[in-house]
């Protein structure tokens, strides 16, 4: 696929089929993520691969997440709401977890820890697109949970900075919208 069409033909999708996606794919889009753009090649990124049951990681993750912010932990309405968050972690065949670890090292500076691995998702998700696959990108307040990085292994300045939730498709795309690039841009090739 040329790469101005994926650009433009990536969506956001978040119904998918249930179909297992082939591990020879799910390599090409990790793959993809790693030739991001990274200063001082610093690889910060760290990828979590969940399949079929191994889902269930991010499911009890968000579930504990979901009754920590309950008054009453054991009420059945704490444990209703810790089910259905577990739940949104089977919404498609595979989920990438997409995470930060940033490097503590002279000279690197966080926020582009943070920004390579915002490119390495942009090259998954326009991977994605190019295996014919659907994805949506999701985050909210559980991403960035410290039970998040607990269910993980992950540092307390570590972050998950995505959930990649990919299958085949089970809806249209929906229609872009976005301004025109002229209503952000200014044009400089003079200084007064
Ligand atoms: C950092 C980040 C976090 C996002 N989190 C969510 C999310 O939690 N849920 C969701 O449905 N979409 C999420 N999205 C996807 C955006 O909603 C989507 O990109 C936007 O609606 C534009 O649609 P498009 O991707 O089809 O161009 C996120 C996107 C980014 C960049």
Same mark, same amino acid.
């Given at each position: 696929?040329?790469?101005?069409?994926?650009? @433009?033909?990536?969506?956001?999708?978040?119904? =998918?089929?249930?179909?297992?996606?082939?591990?020879?794919?799910?390599?090409?889009?990790?793959?993809?993520?790693?030739?991001?753009?990274?200063?001082?090649?610093?690889?910060?990124?760290?990828?979590? =691969?969940?399949?079929?049951?191994?889902?269930?990681?991010?499911?009890?993750? !968000?579930?504990?997440? %979901?009754?920590?912010?309950?008054?009453?932990?054991?009420?059945?309405?704490?444990?209703?709401?810790?089910?259905?968050?577990?739940?949104?972690?089977?919404?498609?065949? #595979? =989920?990438?977890?997409?995470?930060?670890?940033?490097?503590?090292?002279?000279?690197?500076?966080?926020?582009?820890? !943070?920004?390579?691995?915002?490119?390495?998702?942009?090259?998954? +998700?326009?991977?994605?697109?190019? +295996?014919?696959?659907?994805? =949506?990108?999701?985050?909210?307040?559980?991403? !960035? @949970?410290? #039970?998040?990085?607990?269910?993980?292994?992950?540092?307390? @300045?570590?972050?998950? +900075?995505?959930? +990649? !939730?990919?299958?085949?498709?089970?809806? %249209?795309?929906?229609?872009?919208?976005?301004?025109?690039?002229?209503?952000?841009?200014?044009?400089?090739?003079?200084?007064?």
């Amino acid at each position: 696929m040329e790469v101005f069409e994926a650009i @433009h033909g990536r969506r956001s999708i978040g119904k =998918v089929k249930q179909e297992p996606i082939a591990r020879e794919k799910i390599e090409r889009i990790l793959e993809a993520g790693i030739w991001a753009p990274n200063h001082r090649l610093t690889e910060p990124w760290q990828f979590f =691969v969940m399949t079929g049951e191994g889902r269930g990681k991010l499911g009890g993750a !968000y579930a504990a997440i %979901a009754r920590e912010g309950e008054q009453d932990k054991d009420s059945e309405e704490s444990l209703a709401k810790a089910e259905a968050a577990r739940k949104k972690a089977f919404r498609a065949p #595979l =989920v990438i977890g997409v995470a930060v670890a940033p490097r503590e090292r002279t000279g690197v500076i966080e926020i582009e820890e !943070y920004g390579a691995v915002f490119a390495a998702v942009q090259n998954m +998700l326009l991977a994605v697109h190019a +295996l014919d696959l659907a994805a =949506v990108w999701r985050t909210g307040e559980p991403c !960035y @949970h410290p #039970l998040m990085n607990k269910a993980f292994g992950l540092r307390e @300045h570590d972050r998950m +900075l995505g959930l +990649l !939730y990919i299958g085949e498709p089970d809806m %249209a795309a929906p229609s872009p919208r976005r301004q025109p690039a002229s209503s952000k841009t200014a044009w400089i090739e003079s200084v007064e």
